[in-house]
């Protein structure tokens, strides 16, 4: 079983929709990343969370550490959200510790 | 300012071949990270590093080198080039890592084939 568990893989949607994409995760955690991947392939850090919830625009993180669980939503979806969502992890406290635990990514697809 | 600056773009090479991936920042990050992404698949940590002169090997190092002379500069070196190193490449960079508002500043990424 992954460390990183994102769902749905998938996801299609008619613009307008209220869009929640899932990430769970089995360790114990002092940052979440969420990041989208553009088709064309650049990467853009959207949010980093270690509790409760951050709001950019129509994009609302949040996090439930008890749970071990987060999510991204987006309001009012827009063609130009179509993008690969990806979740990642940074396990533990120590400062040694710079790796992140990657989910597969949720692939987003906004129709007009 | 740029943020992370990778060339190039695009690369084929020949097995055996050589090169190097360039990598800068000009938000005097101290962090910075090398990934590659296989179709399909998440990224994996080839070498990062936490300060000039001073790197460290991630998930999968292995044909790969890496130098840290100065803050804003973090060259991959391929040597040896092998058809399992087609992917693609991406820079990133960050302030700190216990700092909860720095995020990942990624570059456009390179997209290499080995032949």
Not at chain 1, 84 to 96: H, K, L, P, Q, T
Not at chain 2, 18 to 34: E, F, G, P, R
Request: hydrophobic share 35%.
């Amino acid at each position: 079983k992954n460390e990183v568990e994102q769902s749905p893989q998938n996801l299609t949607a008619q613009e307008g929709e209220f869009i929640t994409i899932n990430c769970s995760y089995s360790v114990g955690i002092s940052a979440l990343h969420w990041l989208q991947q553009h088709p064309g392939g650049g990467i853009v850090s959207l949010f980093m969370l270690s509790s409760g919830k951050k709001k950019h625009g129509r994009l609302i993180a949040t996090i439930n550490i008890q749970e071990k669980h987060s999510s991204l939503h987006i309001t009012a979806s827009h063609p130009r959200d179509s993008a690969v969502y990806i979740c990642a992890v940074r396990s533990g406290w120590m400062d040694s510790n710079y790796q992140l635990i990657w989910g597969a990514g949720t692939k987003l697809i906004i129709k007009p | 300012n740029a943020g992370v600056t990778q060339t190039p773009k695009f690369r084929i090479l020949k097995i055996g071949q050589s090169m190097t991936l360039q990598c800068t920042q000009d938000m005097n990050h101290n962090y910075m990270y090398w990934y590659r992404q296989d179709p399909g698949m998440g990224l994996k940590l080839i070498y990062y590093s936490v300060g000039a002169g001073i790197t460290d090997k991630g998930e999968v190092p292995n044909g790969y080198n890496v130098s840290r002379s100065t803050t804003e500069d973090f060259p991959l070196r391929l040597e040896l080039a092998a058809p399992s190193q087609t992917s693609v490449y991406f820079c990133a960079s960050s302030y700190g890592v216990r700092d909860h508002n720095s995020p990942l500043h990624f570059g456009n990424g390179t997209r290499l084939t080995v032949t």
